[in-house]
């Protein structure tokens, strides 16, 4: 079975230092999170920013490109920027999602699908996932298709059955978020099951979910994302003491499954990624 590619999602948008206060704020917080979880065998961060002093929720450039420059200073990490632009707002959203794209980060997410979340809308017009996938290619970034429910999938389909994407497309399968999919090992075969041939795929789990769904991505042969974005609590009512005890566990995981786990180079191979300078 190929190697498995660990992603580290060390902050998100919701998690604060009162649910846990080892959740990273300022830039500094967050690339030196990145790469510890290097260090313990992520190929991939997937970044959000946060505004230093308060955590609350940012989509500011200088913000990004000061934890790129300080992860790129220190380790070989894939850099996965975020484009999901949930707290925006003015005008032009389309133009400030596609922001982080000048930054030449080697991944980026995009969510092409809308679906309510939590307590709000999440938007994701189809004039913003055309321009997402063309400026994108344009750019040598390559999507991370963050999926929600089977419909996000299908949307997915329509821009590969264009050649939207390069070879091979990459899935983030997005399991037990608020009004999205269950997560449930019947759900989660049942979205591997619609995804194209060739696909690369990574499962992720919210909260309670998390250890489930990642064991059954590493039996099925998928990738794997962990970190404060998605869970606060390595085992049940112990908080994690950092995102690399993430990381730890999930490397640990993955080698009694019988699956080593990709460097970053490694990663940026099953991919098909080109390094970005």
Excluded at 60 to 73: G, H, K, P, T
Excluded at 111 to 123: K, P, Q
Excluded at 252 to 266: G, I, K, N, Y
Aim: net charge neutral; glycine share 8%; with cysteine.
């Amino acid at each position: 079975m190929k190697k498995v590619i660990i992603t580290a999602a060390v902050t998100g948008s919701f998690p604060t230092k009162e649910m846990n206060p080892a959740v990273p704020y300022t830039p500094a917080e967050i690339a030196a999170a990145a790469v510890d979880c290097c260090r313990a065998g992520a190929a991939i961060v997937h970044i959000h920013v946060r505004e230093p002093e308060t955590g609350r929720p940012a989509f500011r450039l200088d913000l990004f490109m000061e934890v790129v420059e300080r992860i790129r200073q220190k380790c070989n990490l894939i850099i996965n920027l975020t484009t999901s632009g949930f707290n925006l707002q003015g005008d032009d959203i389309i133009a400030q999602r596609l922001q982080p794209l000048s930054l030449k980060p080697e991944l980026c997410s995009l969510d092409i699908g809308s679906m309510n979340f939590h307590d709000r809308a999440f938007i994701n017009p189809p004039e913003w996932g055309q321009a997402a996938v063309k400026s994108m290619r344009e750019a040598g970034v390559k999507p991370e298709i963050e999926v929600f429910d089977i419909g996000h999938i299908y949307q997915a389909l329509a821009f590969i059955e264009k050649d939207a994407f390069e070879s091979p497309p990459y899935f983030q399968l997005c399991m037990g978020v608020r009004w999205g999919i269950e997560a449930s090992p019947e759900n989660l075969l049942f979205m591997k099951s619609k995804l194209p041939p060739g696909a690369e795929w990574s499962v992720l789990g919210v909260g309670k979910s998390q250890l489930a769904m990642i064991g059954m991505a590493l039996i099925l042969g998928g990738h794997i994302r962990v970190g404060f974005e998605d869970n606060l609590y390595i085992r049940k009512g112990e908080p994690a003491k950092s995102n690399a005890q993430f990381v730890e566990m999930a490397a640990e995981l993955a080698h009694r499954f019988q699956r080593d786990v990709a460097t970053p180079d490694e990663a940026r191979s099953i991919l098909g990624i080109k390094k970005q300078v």
